[in-house]
Nanobody, 120 residues
Framework: QVQVVESGGGLVQPGGSLRLSCAASGSISSINNMGWYRQAPGKQRELVVVINSGGRTNYADSVKGRFTISRANAKNTVYLQMNSLKPEDTAVYYC??????????????WGQGTQVTVSS
């Protein structure tokens, strides 16, 4: 069994910063992609950023230049540094991992989500 667990959400004022963490654990053989998605009230879940095993990233236009993803492969962990936060960044942020378990089977695993609220 594998899981991903997020941490680091909270309340921040506009213009502030937050850092989210996501750790994958379990019988993992390799991780292909890890990334962050978000879902605001009344809206569909959307991609924030994804990073592949080679370090290639794909950011949503709305966060380019403000958010930065980094990956610690040895720890099966990714971080999301969010700067210059705006009220429209308010959402539940979900971590996602596309990985292979030790049996060779692929898994698409979601975390439980962490709330980010940007408000004065």
């Amino acid at each position: 069994q594998v899981q991903v667990v997020e941490s680091g959400g909270g309340l921040v004022q506009p213009g502030g910063s937050l850092r989210l963490s996501c750790a994958a654990s379990g019988s993992i053989s390799s991780i292909n992609n890890m990334g962050w998605y978000r879902q605001a009230p009344g809206k569909q879940r959307e991609l924030v950023v994804v990073i592949n095993s080679g370090g290639r990233t794909n950011y949503a236009d709305s966060v380019k230049g403000r958010f930065t993803i980094s990956r610690a492969n040895a720890k099966n962990t990714v971080y999301l540094q969010m700067n210059s936060l705006k009220p429209e960044d308010t959402a539940v942020y979900y971590c996602n991992a596309v990985l292979s378990i030790t049996s060779g089977t692929s898994r698409n695993v979601w975390g439980q989500g962490t709330q980010v609220t940007v408000s004065s």
